[in-house]
């Protein structure tokens, strides 16, 4: 019998991979999308074979509804306050009523629990969660992936070609952990169809520093790359 698995956040990014890599492995998939989502966004989905359900994302009773049925929601909803604390608690409540045994919420980062509250406002808004959810007797795995490894090269760049420099904070020479979004969604998945997930899974696709990524830069590209140690201006 195939595990059903819900999944709030399926029409971004990884969502979407989360939801391509349960269907790989042979998951039957739901995804709750808001009632505005865009018909194309949906369509691609249903076409993959998810039954999509749009609901008031911010209405128990529906989301209940939507949740009946499944063995573990998935959150890849991303946002601030009113998504990652206010919207994935409606999204808990729902769960809960609808006796569905195990959550995934929306962490996909770094180990925040190690961290002092303050350093960073999106993880404390993620342990803002945690204290809600770990209040309950549903069974929740938090995926810890450090960062993206798109973070390197994509918009906000560790790696700046231009000016042949490597960003950092603090210690150049702290490893920091890489995982791309495709092993993240995989190992998400996963998680959502083994019941002996434990409350916190730590992975990473690879460890590197800031140092070391200026000797790997200089060698790939044959150029001269030095440190930039950047400057904290806020929490955010």
Known sequence: MKSTI??????????????????RKGADVRAIVRSSTDDARVQKLEQQGVKVIRVNMSDVSELTQAC???????SALQGLHDVIVDMQ????????????????PSDYSCDFTKLLVGDNRNFDLRREFHERLNKTSIAATSIFNG??????TGQMPLIL???????????ADQRMDFTTKDDTAAFTASAALD?????????AGDQISARE???????VTGKKFRLFRARRTGNA
């Open 6 to 23: 819900l999944v709030a956040g399926g029409t971004g990014d990884l969502g979407g991979r989360i939801i391509k890599a349960l269907l």
């Open 68 to 74: 009946k049925g499944a063995s573990c929601i998935i």
């Open 89 to 104: 608690s409606i999204l808990l409540d729902a769960a809960i009523a609808a006796g569905v045994p195990r959550f995934i």
């Open 147 to 152: 960062a993206f490894l798109d973070m390197l």
């Open 161 to 171: 070609f231009k000016r042949k420099r490597v960003l950092y904070w603090g210690n």
């Open 195 to 203: 019941l002996s997930t434990p409350r916190f899974l730590r992975i």
């Open 213 to 219: 990524l200026v000797a790997v830069a200089n060698e």
